[in-house]
Every structure is written in C-alpha cells, then in structure tokens.
C-alpha cells in the first residue's frame, strides 16, 4: 500500500543534477598524503544541520582514515593555522562556496524585501 498521494506537486525522485554542476574531487596533498574533500552538495541534508565549527566540517568532507590522519599532526608536522586556512581557501574556490552563500544571501534578500 502506497501512501502518495494522488496528484504529485513536486518530484524529488526525478530530480538529478546538471552534468556542468558536478565538480572533480577536490585532493589536496598534507605531509605527501592525498586527502579527498568532498563537495559539500554531496552532503546529506541532515549532517549539513550538525556543521557548526571547522572540526565538524572535516567530518562530512574527508574520510575516517584521514581525519586521524591529520589529529596525529602535531610538533614539527602539525599544520599552522595560517596553512589550514589556505586549505579552506582553495576548497571553497574549488567548489564556488562564496558564489553560491552569495546568491543564497541575495535570495534572502528578495524574500525578505516582498519579491
């Protein structure tokens, strides 16, 4: 027994993403170690709601494996804030972060001005 109901508004099921959309991996190479970061749309929506800081971020976008990896980066090999910084820098280019928060923004705007 289906519980749909009879006249659909809209499709999720039928919904894919633009082939122009879909970013390369972006890999990023730490102390001659490649680490994949996944794109952030690939995400699952309930995780994106628990990201409230930089250590929650790492874990939905790299692997298990890698984020120990980089904890056990400490003394000479540990990683400067000014480097990790770069890091995220690049990722967001890589994945036009700031284009998309700056037209989400300006879609906020226009709701909240009545357009």
């Known amino acids: 027994m289906s519980n749909t109901p009879q006249q659909i508004t809209f ?3 039928a919904q894919t993403r633009a082939p122009e959309d879909v970013k390369e991996p972006f890999v990023v190479n730490v102390r001659g170690r490649a680490i994949t970061m ?3 749309e690939n995400f699952d929506w309930q995780d994106l709601l628990l990201i409230q800081n930089p250590n929650d971020f790492l874990r939905f976008c790299i692997s298990d494996d890698d984020r120990i990896y980089l904890r056990g980066l400490t003394g000479e090999h540990k990683i400067e ?3 990790f ?7 967001q ?3 036009e ?3 998309k928060a700056e ?3 300006q879609m906020q705007q226009r709701q909240a001005n009545g357009f």
Not at 85 to 91: D, P, T, V
């Open 93 to 95: 280019r890589h994945y």
């Open 97 to 99: 972060l700031d284009k």
């Open 103 to 105: 037209q989400y923004q």
């Open 38 to 40: 996944t794109d952030p």
């Open 81 to 83: 804030g000014w480097r």
């Open 11 to 13: 499709d999720l099921d």
């Open 85 to 91: 910084g770069k890091l995220m820098e690049a990722y």
